[in-house]
């Protein structure tokens, strides 16, 4: 069955919206996810996309760059103003520069065209399945450091009582950071348990996601508390002395 437009989204299953002008690539994908047990749609039009992911009920968006009107990136720096819904990019094959932005602005994930179907979808299965509280993954508790508490119930992080605006991926690193204050996590350690995968040599995609948080620490108040240790992983610092 051809998927020709936007589809009711159904509560039942992960409701994914691809948001690309190529409506031939669109329609195959859509009909490849839903013969997967998931509930995709496809819109060619950013614009229009982007006003159905105002209106919310969708749980992953695979997002093009390249776009008339409205290109990947600049639809994805509006979303982040009122959603944190997790995404994909789609960026031209080998293209760094589409790769580091994308995450820079916020998606959780890249992955380079032309790619098989089955990557894709097992980048969207790990992506929401690191993702969803019922997973296991999440525990009832707070904790609090360095002026910054983070709720693992509700996933929302404050500092010095304001809320912090983070990514799903974002607040699973640092959770993962909090969680081992004052210890070493590698690269591949944090690859694993966060992005679901074996860290591949010229990846950036950690090193993004963790200057977007200190960035967004930073903005808030607090600056230091997040330490590099070349060629080995990053560490949460036990106190602020």
Known sequence: MQNTGVQKVDQTANTILLIDDDKALGDLLCDYLNQQGLNA???QSPLKGLEL????????????????QLDGFELLKQLRQFS???VI???AKGDDYDKILGLELGADDYLPKPFNHRELLARIKALTRRLD??????KQSKMELHD?????STREVKVKGQTLALTGTEFLFLLH??????????????????LSRRLMPFDRSLDMHMSNIRKKLSEAGVDNVIRTVRGSGYMMVANSH
């Open 41 to 43: 749609s496809a819109e």
């Open 53 to 68: 992911l105002k209106s919310g009920g969708y749980d992953l968006l695979l997002l093009d760059v390249m776009m008339p």
């Open 84 to 86: 944190a819904i997790p």
């Open 89 to 91: 990019m789609l960026t």
């Open 133 to 138: 509280p019922s997973s296991g993954f999440i």
């Open 148 to 152: 910054i508490v983070l709720d693992e």
């Open 177 to 194: 950071l909090m969680r081992s204050k004052g210890h070493l996590l590698s690269k591949e350690h944090l690859s694993q348990s966060v």
